[in-house]
């Protein structure tokens, strides 16, 4: 089955740029989601199709894909952004399949 | 604005079925184009896709909770359900509805409801 890696944790300044990562073989030939889930809250859907953004969502928050890597770039992080990130792909094989999630902190 | 609303029982023995509802506003189950999922997240297996379901009827499970798993819908009160028999520890977690069209992608998320299988 798929199987997507991402760092349990990145830790980012107020008004840096945090990247989240999220592996898995030949990802780039995938289109590649993001979620970020506040605690308490469900997940809640920030990048689709690798750079696209759900009306609603800052333009802060960005995506590329490319090779075996893909990135959630949070740009200007504010605190609000503190929050657990999820990276998921649709394969036709191992169906949905989710990374293990990426806690990041703001410092 | 589509919402999804999970409902059901917090506490299941084991052995017994897991019986949970989400209800759908602001958009048909029966005739729209969003396929309609569970999904449960825990500390152990964190977010796992459970099943679906499509046009009202059509259905597709996780190969691995296919045998205990049936998902349906009722179209009158535009609600799809989740029934899970055999359950054991392993799957006390949150169980979330979803909603997403494409197929590929999860747009819309009910607020969860915690399940605890315990006796």
């Known amino acids: 089955s798929y199987v997507l890696t991402q760092p349990p944790s990145v830790s980012v300044a107020p008004g840096q740029t945090a990247r989240i990562t999220c592996g898995g073989q030949n990802i780039g030939n995938k289109s590649v989601h993001w979620y970020q889930q506040r605690p308490g809250q469900a997940p809640v859907l920030v990048v689709y199709?690798?750079?696209d953004r759900p009306s609603g969502i800052p333009e802060r928050f960005s995506g590329s894909n490319s090779g075996n890597t893909a990135t959630l770039a949070i740009s200007r992080v504010e605190a609000g952004d503190e929050a657990d990130y999820y990276c998921?792909?649709?394969?036709?094989?191992?169906?949905?399949?989710f990374g293990a999630g990426t806690k990041v902190t703001v410092l | 604005q589509v919402q999804l609303q999970e409902s059901g029982p917090g506490l299941v023995k084991p052995s017994q079925t897991l019986s949970l509802t989400c209800t759908v506003s602001?958009?048909?189950?029966?005739?729209?184009?969003?396929?309609w999922s569970w999904i449960r997240q825990s500390a152990e297996k964190g977010l796992e896709w459970i099943g679906r379901?499509?046009?009202?009827?059509?259905?597709y499970y996780k190969s691995s909770l296919k045998s205990r798993v049936i998902i349906s819908v009722d179209m009158s009160k535009n609600q799809f359900s989740l029934k899970m028999r055999s359950v054991t520890a392993a799957d006390t977690a949150v169980y979330y509805c979803?909603?997403?069209?494409?197929?590929?992608?999860?747009?819309?998320w009910g607020l969860g409801t915690m399940v605890t299988v315990s006796s």
């Open positions: 379901i499509y046009k009202g009827g059509r259905t």
């Open positions: 602001g958009a048909s189950i029966s005739s729209g184009s969003h396929y």
């Open positions: 199709d690798d750079k």
């Open positions: 979803a909603g997403g069209e494409p197929i590929t992608i999860f747009e819309i």
């Open positions: 998921q792909v649709w394969d036709s094989s191992s169906d949905y399949v």
